[in-house]
């Protein structure tokens, strides 16, 4: 249990109050795409001025090869802004994964300058970097779902990291799986659960926190278009609550529903349309 609380406090950290607000906005959203929700934007203003006018990441000619390999990415220089919503697209091989495990911290680049969170992260000592991963939810493409925990515990596992009393988040977390479609698979291993339901508990565990960045990869590659419509309303709403979205997709119909900014990767340049 020690080496699974290791692995997941590095990518959920839990705030039982505003999770309420998130299930409350979307509770009222079910019947299609969600609404602004009044009065939520000032619920995390803790930061300083000067750190609410900085981008979240900011890379600046960045280029990244895998070993002694080609360059995979390069010459790439751009912003997340806070509070920003973008699709991150291209064909297979282009480099949306590499790209997405740059802005996670779990990949340096080769060249060039990465700022998170207003730190170079190359003068980030290695035991800070879990706290501000910490920052940031992620939905891995191939899921990474800890194979021993229930579906329930696979969501909960970053609120008891946090030491909470189950009792705070139960609710939450019952709520947030029902939402997704989940309320009837609670309690089962993932080894039982279709690609599209494992795909289901990765995004309810990355979102459970309200991250300041969620990163996406392929978010909707194992589901219908009706759940896929419902999950990229989930993220929306994350989005209008204040979190910065990063969904990496081939779903061109995914992306036809929302006039989002999109990065889009091709021979290892990025090109971005607002
Ligand atoms: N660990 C690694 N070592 C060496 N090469 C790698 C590694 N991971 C990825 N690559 C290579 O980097 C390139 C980009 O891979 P990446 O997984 O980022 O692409 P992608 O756009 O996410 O593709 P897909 O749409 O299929 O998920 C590919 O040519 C891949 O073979
Ligand atoms: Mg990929």
Redesign the pocket.
């Known amino acids: 249990m020690v080496n699974d609380l290791q692995k997941i406090a590095g990518i959920c950290r839990f705030k039982p109050d505003v999770y309420r607000m998130v299930t409350g906005s979307l509770n009222k959203s079910l019947n299609g795409l969600p609404h602004p929700s009044p009065g939520m934007a000032g619920v995390k203003q803790r930061s300083t001025a000067t750190e609410q006018a900085l981008p979240l990441i900011h890379f600046e000619n960045v280029g990244l090869r895998?070993?002694m390999?080609p360059e995979?990415l390069r010459d790439l220089t751009f912003d997340i802004p806070k509070r920003s919503f973008q699709f991150l697209t291209?064909p297979?091989?282009?480099?949306?994964?590499?790209?997405l495990r740059l802005l996670f911290m779990s990949l340096k680049p080769t060249r060039g300058l990465i700022r998170s969170f207003g730190r170079d992260i190359t003068q980030i000592p290695r035991d800070e970097l879990p706290l501000l991963r910490r920052r940031i939810g992620i939905v891995f493409?191939d899921f990474r779902l800890l194979d021993h925990l229930t579906t329930y515990e696979n969501v909960a596992l970053p609120l008891r990291v946090r030491g909470k009393e189950e009792s705070s988040y139960r609710q939450d977390v019952l709520e947030l799986l029902k939402w997704v479609g989940l309320g009837e698979r609670i309690n089962v291993l993932p080894a039982v659960l279709s690609g599209g339901e494992k795909q289901r508990v990765a995004i309810a565990r990355a979102l459970i926190d309200r991250p300041e960045l969620l990163l996406a990869d392929?978010p909707t590659g194992n589901v219908d278009p009706p759940m896929a419509r419902r999950l990229l309303s989930l993220f929306l709403e994350l989005n209008r609550l204040g979190t910065a979205v990063v969904i990496?997709t081939?779903d061109l119909a995914l992306m036809d529903q929302l006039d989002a900014r999109r990065m889009i990767?091709t021979e290892g340049r990025l090109d971005i349309y607002e």
């Open positions: 895998y070993g390999g995979i291209g297979s091989g282009a480099g949306k994964t590499t790209l493409q392929e990496a081939h990767l």
